[in-house]
């Protein structure tokens, strides 16, 4: 089984999301959610680092956090897929541990 | 009898939601404003995340504070710098923001555009020229 990563800092503030993935091995799954989720966006200055990870890495966003800050999921980078909450617990329940990136 | 009035600059570098930083910085301009100072509001790094338009937090289950920015022309802040530098490394334009303005009475009350989009040395200056910086 493998492992939730979850990363609820922006990027642009601190840098749990390059730590996460300079640790996340290949086949792990990544949750971005609250701050966390600008990393998901297009356009950014961390576009090409989420958008390389995504070749080892299986990236979802926390939608509600998405639409709290006013972005659509048409802004998010392709390859990543939005969830929801009860996704988020699905998520949670399939991997073996969970570890936050705080 | 004028007082003195100076010069005060809200400095706004956070995201919102993810911290109180951003709710409590809109709060305290609020109070600031009824004390008739020349406010200003800098919006650099994150804190450009504050002002784009369309949030909503029900699903979240946080107040959505983001409706707040577009009331405070009627508080006489008119004085919104909003850094370029920022917005360009977020893959973000003016577009993505709220439209705020400001009503001017010396000119039957047209509406003025409160934000000022500015360079990372204009904003320098902006800092420079304030009497006091509040940091959020």
Known sequence: MSTLHTVNKSPFEKNSLDACLNYA????????????????????????????????????????????????EERVIEGISVVDYAGFVDLAAENAKVQAWL | MSETVKQFLYLNRRAPYGTIYAWESLEVVLIGAAFDQDVS?????????QLTKGQSTAAIGMKNFSPTYAALGDYEVKKIYVEKESLEERGLTLDDLQHLVWEDEDEDYAEKDSIKLVS?????????????????
């Open chain 1, 25 to 72: 091995g290949s086949g792990a799954n990544l949750l971005l959610l609250e701050d966390g989720v600008y990393a998901a966006l297009k356009g950014t200055r961390f576009e090409q680092r989420v958008t390389a990870a995504l070749d080892s890495v299986k990236v979802y966003v926390l939608g509600p956090d998405l639409q709290a800050r006013g972005f659509s």
């Open chain 2, 41 to 49: 509001l800098a919006f650099v790094d994150d804190g450009v995340y």
């Open chain 2, 120 to 136: 990372r040395a204009e904003m320098a200056a902006v800092m420079e020229e304030s009497d006091v910086v509040f940091s959020f």
